[in-house]
């Protein structure tokens, strides 16, 4: 009689446990949304430029990690196999906006990505992306591209030599961070029209929060071409 009575509470036991189970909503799996390859998402990289890729990450589960991976549609060729953590993990919401190293080398072609996402309970979302590195020697370029933080944290220097072979439009630089961003364009009569011209400018970044920051450099060419360079700071 009491194994008897020990067998029903064990069942009754069990029935509640696997009840209260099946009371608890699953994790939402984590999203991607708003990917973007490329200037304007044209999908295009060129050899000895940088690749912008941009999208939005929501977690219900927090991120655990963000792994990157472009590799050639056939054969061999230029390949990036990149995991994130940094400014990503422990995060229920982030914004994936990163500028890959294309080599001067790098082989053009039809390459294939993914963007994956894992959060920590080990739920896995990835999105894949077509991508065409194809070599174009009408781009702007920026060489000597440099930026420095004064002291008082308050002016951002920001010097490159610019070259554009259609001749310059627009310069715009873009400062952001995690809760901060700022954008500045210029069209300066010395530099409009030119084909090389020597950047230096001083954006104010002093209600700018203490943080790591990302600057990007655009140049917009006469004949509508955008290229796009990326140096980093800390506001200590």
Partial sequence: MKTTNVMVAVLLLAASFTACKKDQPEMAKPTIDGLEIGIGNNKLAHPGNDLHIEAMITAAG?????????????????EVNNTYTEGFAGLKNAEF???????????????????KVTDESGQITETEFELKVVADPTLPKASNFEIGLNAAGNDLHVEATIDAPNKIAEV???????????????????????????????????AAPKGHYHLHLKIIDQSGKENEFEEHFDKL
Avoid at 62 to 78: A, C, Q, R, Y
Avoid at 173 to 194: C, I, R
């Fill in 62 to 78: 927090n991120i655990k990690d963000v792994v990157l991976e472009i590799h050639p549609e056939s054969g061999t060729g230029w």
């Fill in 97 to 115: 906006h990163k500028h890959i190293d294309v080599p001067t080398d790098a082989p053009v072609g039809d390459y294939h990505g993914h963007l």
């Fill in 172 to 206: 715009v630089l873009e400062v952001h961070g995690t809760s901060w961003e700022q954008e500045v364009s210029y069209k300066d009569v010395a530099m409009v029209g030119q084909i090389t011209y020597n950047l230096h400018k001083h954006v104010n970044v002093a």
